[in-house]
């Protein structure tokens, strides 16, 4: 199993990311997909998540109406869209995989820095 993600970097606030997370070794539709971040000295949190085939997402009050989630099956890669980056949204975020029988998976891990 591997949850690649890419896509970080560093951006002034107000800008945009959008990060990515490819997924190979497990059944990719079978899942739902979540972000996860974790800033230094925090707990790590949940961003956004969707269902296992779209349907449905979720969102952290924190980044409601600023992140968006998505997926491609077809290309077995979840999305977050990143609008009006706040410095507060600086962390490394995790792409994360988990069964409705509790199976979870995670990726390395990708850092996001917001910062003028």
């Known amino acids: 199993v591997h949850l690649v993600e890419s896509g970080g970097g560093l951006v002034q606030p107000g800008g945009s990311l959008r990060l990515s997370c490819a997924a190979s070794?497990?059944?990719?539709?079978?899942?739902?997909m979540s972000w996860y971040r974790q800033a230094p000295g925090k707990e790590r949190e949940l961003v956004a998540a969707?269902?296992?085939?779209?349907?449905?997402?979720n969102y952290a009050d924190s980044v409601k109406g600023r992140f968006t989630i998505s997926r491609d099956n077809a290309k077995n890669t979840v999305y977050l869209e990143m609008n009006s980056l706040k410095p507060e949204d600086t962390a490394v975020y995790y792409c994360?995989?988990?069964?409705?029988?509790?199976?979870?998976?995670w990726g390395q891990g990708t850092q996001v820095t917001v910062s003028s």
């Open positions: 969707i269902g296992s085939l779209g349907g449905s997402t």
């Open positions: 070794g497990f059944t990719f539709n079978s899942y739902a």
């Open positions: 994360s995989a988990a069964y409705y029988n509790g199976t979870r998976y």
